[in-house]
Every structure is written in C-alpha cells, then in structure tokens.
C-alpha cells in the first residue's frame, strides 16, 4: 500500500473553513481515482495545522492521482494554508479494519533511517513496538511509513480520544525507544493531532 500525505500550516482563525472544504469534497474527489483505498484528516486547531493522508493500491495509482488532484486540493487549502508540504511513502506496516471516529487523537512521529537498517527496523516495530503500543488502553491503530530511498519515515497511532492519546504518551515513547536503539533511527519530531475524518474503502 503506499500513501501520500500533505501537510499544511497556516492562519488557526482560518483553519475551519478549510477543514469543512476538506472533510465534504476531498473524499469525493478521491474516490473518483482508480486504486483509492482511504482517507484521513487531521488537524491541530490551535497552532494552526492540518495533515491529510490518502491511501493507494499502487505506488503508479498514488502518482496518477496526484496528478489529477493536486489544483482542486490547493484550492480547497487556498483560505488556510501559508505552507504545504507533499510527500510519498510505503506503508510497510499497518494495522487492517481501521475504525475511527472523529474526536479521536492522533500521534505522528516523524524520523530518519540508515537506509541500510530499513528492514532491521521493520521487524523490530511489527515483533516489538507494535504488539506494545497495542497493548496500551484506547489504542485504535497504527501504521509505519517508509521513504527507504531518502531514509524516512514516520509512525501514526490513533487512540479513542484526547485522554487516552495523552495517557498513551509514556508508554509509547517506552516502545518508541526500543525500536530507535536497535535501528540507526534519529527522531525528528512528534506532533498530536485531532481527527477530523479517517475512510478506509
């Protein structure tokens, strides 16, 4: 499976106009692209941030759309955004059947890898970090995304809502740990977020 994400920075007063634009239009459009199979909207309406990623049954798929959406999806940011930030990756690792409400949160960890530990840390987070952070109460799922040719990645992991997300961050930082001491991983940052829309097709 392979995703693109787009994450955008801009004006909080502004940040539901796009949000509402986002959340209405952009499954409609998405749907409409051969190999679609999902969608997530979050946000951070106090510092002014919103990340989307779409899911696609082939990395050509995610290409192809991107091509045929990339205008509708500036415009629909236009109101917002000061700054957008397009990126493509493997989703190596991710739990199925992702069942989501809005309100729930949303952590995203963002780090480099020695290209060469790529695999190493693959298995390290689907035998180790994974049945881990599962473990932990209101955890609803998790996915690790990879960019092996730039070394990159990044991990997602939804809980129920902002209290158990909060609650969640001791231990997964515990797991997160484990996997970055036997990878040559370098943290790069971890954000929270709301969710505002997670489909999956």
Known sequence: MYVRTVYATGDPAKI???LDALRVEAPKLLADQPGYRGYSLF???EIGKIMMGSWWESEQAQRNSDDHL???RAALLAPFAHTVTV???EAVVFTPSLQVQAGAG???SRFDVDPSDVDLLVQTFKNTVLPKVQAIAGFEGM???IDPAKGRGSVG???TDRAALVASR???SAARGEATAKARVTMRSIEEFEVVLVERV
Do not use: H, I, P
Request: net charge negative; hydrophobic share 45%; aromatic share 16%.
């Open 16 to 18: 539901d106009e796009s």
């Open 43 to 45: 946000a951070d309406r």
């Open 70 to 72: 990339k205008e509708r």
């Open 170 to 172: 001791g231990a997964q």
């Open 87 to 89: 990126d493509s990756w």
């Open 157 to 159: 992991a939804f809980f």
């Open 143 to 145: 996915a690790l995304l």
């Open 106 to 108: 949303f952590r995203l």
